[in-house]
T-cell receptor, first 117, second 118 residues
Framework: DSGVTQTPKHLITATGQRVTLRCSPR?????VYWYQQSLDQGLQFLIQ???????AKGNILERFSAQQFPDLHSELNLSSLELGDSALYFC????????????????FGPGTRLTVL | AQKITQTQPGMFVQEKEAVTLDCTYD???????LFWYKQPSSGEMIFLIY??????QNATEGRYSLNFQKARKSANLVISASQLGDSAMYFC???????????????FGQGTTLQVKP
């Protein structure tokens, strides 16, 4: 158990719908990362939040948005869903970045498997 | 641009034998970190081992070791004494940067599926 929790574990929805994926980082971790794993694109970085603020953005679609709340949990919102959005969505957390070392192990949650029908 | 390449889509190894999973990377940064993760069929991502670009010695963690060849930009994972439970997808990943420039995001390779035969 990595200490990172994600809900729900599975989500089945229809095209055009909107869903929210939730992530709670490990206690004390300030950084939250979202990744998408699909057969087509592999594992891709979507977005990072650090202590409530957006820190880095990857290949995240405009239909997707995220936020990190004061209690450090994060939500990834996916709207106007398309079949191609079906994927495994991971949240990861780590200790604060910006330290002297480039080492910051990221602890991954179990993922949310999204199926868009 | 930073890139991770894993050229072996699938590998087989006999139980109790050693296996090497290949990973090459491309970066213009002098400071970076290399990671290996294991993803079993259940889907979770399990951290295995880390190598920093300035680390002089190859990283080891139990049965896992990382064969780091900086000049060749390769970071191969070696699993010794393979076990049936090692059957999984393995991902090599890189993080660039140090200090304030380090956002921490990981760039992943396409993965290698390892099957351990009894």
């Amino acid at each position: 158990d990595s200490g990172v929790t994600q809900t729900p574990k599975h989500l089945i929805t229809a095209t055009g719908q909107r869903v929210t994926l939730r992530c709670s980082p490990r206690s004390g971790d300030l950084s939250v990362y979202w990744y998408q794993q699909s057969l087509d694109q592999g594992l891709q970085f979507l977005i990072q939040y650090y202590n409530g603020e957006e820190r880095a953005k990857g290949n995240i679609l405009e239909r997707f948005s995220a936020q990190q709340f004061p209690d450090l949990h994060s939500e990834l919102n996916l709207s106007s869903l398309e079949l191609g959005d079906s994927a495994l969505y991971f949240c990861a957390s780590s200790v604060p970045t910006g330290g002297l070392s480039s080492y910051n192990e990221q602890f991954f949650g179990p993922g949310t498997r999204l199926t868009v029908l | 641009a930073q890139k991770i390449t894993q050229t072996q889509p699938g590998m087989f190894v006999q139980e109790k034998e050693a296996v090497t999973l290949d990973c090459t990377y491309d970066t213009s940064d002098q400071s970076y970190g290399l990671f290996w993760y294991k993803q079993p069929s259940s889907g979770e991502m399990i951290f295995l081992i880390y190598q920093g670009s300035y680390d002089e010695q190859n990283a080891t963690e139990g049965r896992y070791s990382l064969n780091f060849q900086k000049a060749r930009k390769s970071a191969n994972l070696v699993i010794s004494a393979s076990q049936l439970g090692d059957s999984a997808m393995y991902f090599c990943a890189m993080r660039e940067g140090r200090g304030s420039s380090n956002t921490g995001k990981l760039i992943f390779g396409q993965g290698t599926t390892l099957q351990v035969k009894p």
